[in-house]
């Protein structure tokens, strides 16, 4: 009997639309596209209140929540859309990185429909489609590209030479920036998520009141840090008895949220100035952040570079930005791999670039 991944064939003829699915973490998300990369629809429910009592994300809690939501979801996309299931071409699903329990309500749900209607499934990296919800909005980016993605789950850099050409070429060896912001408005009980609260409040305060000496990798590699910056940040509140009904709590939070921007911004640009990239994009939960997106602006506009930050839309987790990966693999990769065997990973996939072990160290 032929396993069940063999019984799906690539499309042959011209793919006129495409249904994704998101599920990493604790937004339940489905995107229609057609074939030109036009998003017909693109839905995104939060977790956000079940969460927030918690201050930060409980993967048994997301999971449950992804299998009651993940059908209206997908319906409602398709509404939204005006198409209905069976003139769907291809299937694309996000496999990893993320919480397992999560991930594997989407694959399932994505199996389940490929297998019915026999059409092809697709897994995509969630990371990866991060980045390429940047070429959703701008199809001409040039290359070679300096990515930095920054979310809640991850802060990387990575180098595209060329279109689909992924490489890593520094991480955080901690939090990533939006896990640091999201942990410090937890600890002062500001709510959650906390780097939209804390973007909030800050927009009052002085950043210029508390000092934040920045991260400095002794390797020099182009990795990021953001523990450091908790803990002095958690220093400063003990000091200054910061709390909620503080009356400098938004100068606090100015000085910290400027602190991760400065972190973050000293590292890319430097990575620009060594890799001599066309092409700059900031993307990631993180991203929708209006001092990030500003100070990312203002630098990148004095050198030479075209850059680009995704609609806020598409900066945290949906689906679109996993259906426009996907399209972008269909037509540039000569065969693209199809199957159901696909199985849900956790952490990042190790790419053993060369530009991260021998390039980027100076
Ligand atoms: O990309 P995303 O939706 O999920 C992950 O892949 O992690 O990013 C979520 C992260 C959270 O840490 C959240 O606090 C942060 O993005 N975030 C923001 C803003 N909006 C979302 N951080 C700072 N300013 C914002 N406006
Ligand atoms: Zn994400």
Redesign the pocket.
């Known amino acids: 009997m032929p396993a069940i991944s063999d019984t799906l064939d690539p499309p042959t003829q011209q793919l006129k639309y495409l249904l994704a699915i998101e599920t990493?973490?604790d937004?339940t998300a489905a995107a229609d596209l057609d074939g030109d990369f036009t998003i017909l629809s693109n839905i995104v429910l939060s977790q956000d209140e079940i969460h927030a009592p918690y201050g930060g994300v409980v993967p048994e809690l997301a999971s449950r929540q992804h299998l009651k939501s993940i059908d209206p979801i997908v319906r409602e996309s398709l509404a939204v859309a005006g198409i209905s299931l069976d003139k769907i071409d291809v299937y694309a699903v996000t496999q990893g990185p993320g919480l397992i329990g999560s991930l594997l309500v989407g694959l399932s749900f994505a199996k389940g429909l490929a297998y019915y209607f026999q059409k092809p499934l697709i897994g995509i990296d969630?990371v990866q489609a991060?980045i390429q919800s940047a070429f959703l909005e701008h199809r001409k980016i040039s290359f070679p590209a300096l990515a930095l993605i920054v979310?809640?789950?991850?802060t990387s850099l990575f180098f595209l030479k060329k279109k689909l050409r992924f490489d890593l070429i520094g991480r955080t060896r901690d939090d990533?920036a939006?896990?640091a912001?999201?942990k410090i408005a937890k600890f002062l009980e500001l709510g959650y998520?906390?780097?939209?609260v804390?973007?909030k409040l800050a927009e009052n305060g002085d950043p210029a009141r508390f000092d934040f000496a920045l991260p400095r990798m002794t390797d020099r590699s182009l990795d990021f840090s953001f523990s450091g910056l908790k803990t002095a940040a958690l220093r400063i509140i003990r000091e200054n008895g910061i709390s909620k009904g503080y009356p400098q709590l938004t100068d606090f939070l100015a000085s910290f949220?400027s602190a991760v921007v400065r972190a973050l911004l000293e590292n890319m640009f430097r990575a620009a100035d060594r890799l001599h990239p066309k092409s700059l994009i900031l993307c990631?939960?993180?991203a929708?952040?209006?001092r990030?997106r500003a100070e990312f602006e203002k630098r990148a506009a004095t050198s030479s570079l075209d850059f680009y930050i995704p609609s806020p839309k598409l900066?945290?987790?949906n689906a679109a930005m996993v259906g426009g990966l996907a399209l972008e693999k269909l037509k540039s990769e000569k065969k693209p791999p199809f199957s159901l065997d696909l199985d849900a990973y956790p952490r990042s996939r190790p790419n053993p670039s060369p530009e991260r072990s021998a390039k980027n160290r100076d």
């Not at 979310?151 to 991850?154: N, P």
């Not at 998520?193 to 939209?196: E, H, Y």
Request: aromatic share 0%.
């Open positions: 990493s973490c937004e969630h991060h979310s809640g789950g991850h990533a939006g896990e912001l999201d998520p906390g780097g939209p804390i973007q949220e990631g939960g993180v929708r952040n209006k990030l900066c945290t987790d």
